[in-house]
């Protein structure tokens, strides 16, 4: 049986089987480990007996599970990182005047009163009692 391999899609594996985007080729890794896995062994035990896979080529295979299962543990403490930063970042802005271009409005002036975490946008703003996101901000003095 030939390679497996769980970046792409050629067994069926892919990372958009799992509903995520198909931008980044590790998206979504972490859900289909497992399907690895479970193709992985069926693999070997439907090979065939005459000329079965080369331990180089499991090799091969369980070290790109590994580095792909690593570099996804290591872009969600990136992501992590980024989160406490920008947390950071609004929480220094309490009491500063901003100036930000909201969508479909012009730009918002004020003092920035309080801070608050949206699960979906990332920290807002509370200007004017306007609540703005963090990456509208154009202008902090």
């Given at each position: 049986m030939s390679f497996?391999?769980?970046?792409?899609?050629?067994?069926?594996?892919?990372?958009?089987?799992?509903?995520?985007?198909?931008?980044?080729?590790?998206a979504g890794l972490a859900n289909n480990s497992q399907e690895f896995l479970q193709l992985l062994v069926a693999q070997l035990k439907y090979q065939n007996p005459m000329s079965p896979v080369s331990g180089t080529a499991f090799?091969?295979?369980?070290?790109?599970?590994?580095?792909?299962?690593?570099?996804?543990?290591?872009?969600?403490?990136?992501?992590?990182?980024?989160?406490?930063?920008?947390?950071?970042?609004?929480?220094?802005?309490?009491?500063?005047?901003?100036?930000?271009?909201?969508?479909?409005?012009?730009?918002?002036?004020?003092?920035?009163?309080?801070?608050?975490i949206d699960p979906t946008n990332g920290p807002m703003l509370n200007v004017g009692g306007q609540s703005v996101p963090l990456s509208a901000v154009t202008e902090v003095q």
């Amino acid at each position: 049986m030939s390679f497996i391999n769980p970046l792409t899609s050629s067994t069926g594996a892919s990372s958009t089987s799992s509903g995520t985007s198909n931008t980044n080729p590790l998206a979504g890794l972490a859900n289909n480990s497992q399907e690895f896995l479970q193709l992985l062994v069926a693999q070997l035990k439907y090979q065939n007996p005459m000329s079965p896979v080369s331990g180089t080529a499991f090799l091969t295979q369980t070290a790109t599970m590994t580095m792909a299962s690593e570099v996804t543990q290591l872009v969600q403490t990136m992501n992590q990182d980024l989160a406490t930063n920008q947390t950071t970042t609004a929480t220094s802005m309490i009491g500063k005047q901003v100036t930000a271009n909201v969508q479909g409005g012009s730009p918002i002036t004020g003092t920035v009163s309080s801070v608050s975490i949206d699960p979906t946008n990332g920290p807002m703003l509370n200007v004017g009692g306007q609540s703005v996101p963090l990456s509208a901000v154009t202008e902090v003095q």
